[in-house]
């Protein structure tokens, strides 16, 4: 027990009533204790000390014969002597600089918090004790300093709300001061409504006081980068998903003749893939062209200026399954190759091939089957030149 850090700090119950802000701290005595926050490595005791704290209102007559309230004083006082009153200066003095010990222990100068309710329920009042609190303490001025910002306190101040079933805390206290002994009791109790309701609220405020530790808050910064590392991560992943990657494309035996993208070399199809049968040229040709010999792979003439295959390929992507037409383009570069009509459409050759997925050979480049590209290493240049020409892949 004695090892573990404490955090020490002090909350004021702030209310227009003595007796009523006595009842709350009693109340508090009585309440569970505050527990750490979850994320700390080894589980601190926290220790509060709540001190009441009354704020008087004076008020005057303005020329329209309107009385106006103003904030005249904050000042704790002694439950066993409601008599005995302090100044909250001497809090204030104690500066707002909260620092952490080597053994973990932290304490909080001045008055962390201030839970506000017990007879003050106004906005408007609400705001006079925060400008009160806020020139005080000097928080107006060191708000400026980025450098303190991590360590200089600022002061919770907050406002008990009602109960939904009562538009303002005036009528829930009213609703509080009808009930029986027995009912008082148990709502204290419940911290429902009343002045266990306050105790509950007080130490809600506190907890919202209770800084991190070091290395709780070391740990939490190196776990939300490790998450933000890990949702980069996935989102990469995603996105090379999307993009091509390896097993988007098939290994194809080196002895068939391949196409690669002209572009980027990438090797999208074989000579296995086309069409099976090939599509008869159309015997009625508009603008016939000398044939060149010597074309060893396909039976297709050179009229026909596309390569059409026989079935959609991986690296096609979805769409070609989900769509009746769309262009084909290289997963690897973007570079056109061709497109798909699932209904079919009319070569160059002018016969209607069905389904058509069309690869233009301009697009492409013919790998021959290693063998050949062999012997073609081993002929001179000219012969080399001269079986290009023909139309030989190289
Ligand atoms: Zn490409
Ligand atoms: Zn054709």
């Known amino acids: 027990m004695s090892d573990k850090p404490t955090i020490k700090f002090r909350v004021a119950v702030l209310g227009a009533n003595k007796n009523r802000v006595s009842k709350v701290l009693s109340i508090l005595q009585d309440r569970p204790p505050i527990i750490d926050l ?39 006082f002694d439950v066993s002597d409601v008599k005995q009153e302090s100044s909250l200066q001497t809090f204030f003095d104690e500066g707002s600089k909260m620092e952490e010990m080597p053994n973990g222990n932290i304490t909080i100068p001045g008055i962390a918090a201030f839970a506000v309710g017990i007879g003050i329920d106004t906005d408007n009042d609400l705001h006079k004790i925060e400008s009160y609190v806020n020139m005080m303490s000097g928080n107006s001025v060191t708000q ?57 609220f007080t130490q809600q405020v506190a907890r919202e006081c209770i800084p991190e530790s070091k290395r709780a808050k070391a740990e939490r910064i190196r776990k939300e980068q490790e998450a933000k590392e890990k949702e980069q991560q996935e989102l990469e992943a995603t996105e090379t998903k999307q993009e091509p990657s390896e097993s988007l494309f098939k290994e194809y035996n080196v002895e068939t003749t391949r196409y690669a993208c002209k572009m980027c070399r990438t090797i999208l199809f074989n000579n296995e893939e086309f069409e099976d049968p090939p599509h008869s040229q159309s015997q009625h040709t508009f603008s016939y062209r000398k044939v060149k010999g010597g074309n060893v792979n396909t039976s297709i003439g050179e009229k026909c200026q596309c390569h059409f295959l026989k079935d959609a390929l991986n690296w096609m992507g ?25 209904h079919g459409t009319q070569c160059s050759c002018g016969t209607w091939v069905v389904p058509a997925i069309m690869i233009h050979k301009s697009r492409v480049d013919e790998i021959a089957p290693e063998s050949e590209r062999n012997t073609m ?4 240049p000219l012969e080399r030149l001269r079986l290009a020409n023909a139309g030989v892949g190289l």
């Not at 704290?53 to 303005?62: E, L, P, R, T, V």
């Not at 200089?152 to 005036?170: F, G, R, T």
């Open 144 to 200: 400026k300093d980025e450098d303190e910002k991590e360590t200089v306190l600022q002061n919770v101040i907050k406002c008990i709300e009602p109960n939904s079933e009562y538009a303002s805390m005036s009528e829930e206290n009213a609703a509080f001061k009808v009930l029986s002994d027995e009912e008082k009791e148990q709502a204290i109790q419940n911290a429902s409504i009343g002045p266990g309701k306050m105790a509950k």
């Open 318 to 342: 979805k769409e070609i399954h989900e769509c009746h037409e769309g262009k084909l383009s290289c997963p690897k570069c973007d570079g056109k190759l061709g497109l798909y009509k699932w």
């Open 38 to 76: 979850e994320n700390e490595p080894i589980q601190r005791n926290i220790e509060v000390e709540y001190i009441p704290c009354i704020a008087s209102f004076g008020g005057y007559k303005n020329e329209d014969d309107e009385v106006v309230k103003y904030l005249a004083k904050l000042t704790a």
């Open 377 to 380: 290493a081993m002929l001179s």
